[in-house]
Nanobody, 120 residues
Framework: QVQLVESGGGLVQAGGSLRLSCAAS????????MGWYRQAPGKQRELVAS???????NYRDSVKGRFTISRDNAKKTLYLQMNSLRPEDTAVYYC??????????????WGQGTQVTVSS
């Protein structure tokens, strides 16, 4: 069974930076496309950034130029470097596998997520 454990969130002032990590197990990580998602209070979960197994990346328009997704296949770990954070980035952040064609999450079981709070 796939297990996803997110970490690295916290409270930061607007303009600050955070680096999120996602440790994956129970999956062939190196051949799995992955994504970072977030869910703000009262809103649906949305895909923020994705990375193909070949290294190609996609970003939501609102985070382009500020966020960078990366992966370490040897460590089975996914990262999200978040710079120039804004209050509207406040959310719980999750990782999951990604069907690159449909852009839908692969796994039904989500991790606990990591809270990111950006103060103005």
């Amino acid at each position: 069974q796939v297990q996803l454990v997110e970490s690295g969130g916290g409270l930061v002032q607007a303009g600050g930076s955070l680096r999120l990590s996602c440790a994956a197990s129970g999956t062939i990580f190196s051949i799995t496309s992955m994504g970072w998602y977030r869910q703000a209070p009262g809103k649906q979960r949305e895909l923020v950034a994705s990375i193909h197994s070949n290294g190609n990346t996609n970003y939501r328009d609102s985070v382009k130029g500020r966020f960078t997704i990366s992966r370490d296949n040897a460590k089975k770990t996914l990262y999200l470097q978040m710079n120039s954070l804004r209050p509207e980035d406040t959310a719980v952040y999750y990782c999951n596998g990604l069907n690159w064609g449909t852009q839908r999450a692969l796994y039904d079981n989500w991790g606990q997520g990591t809270q990111v709070t950006v103060s103005s």
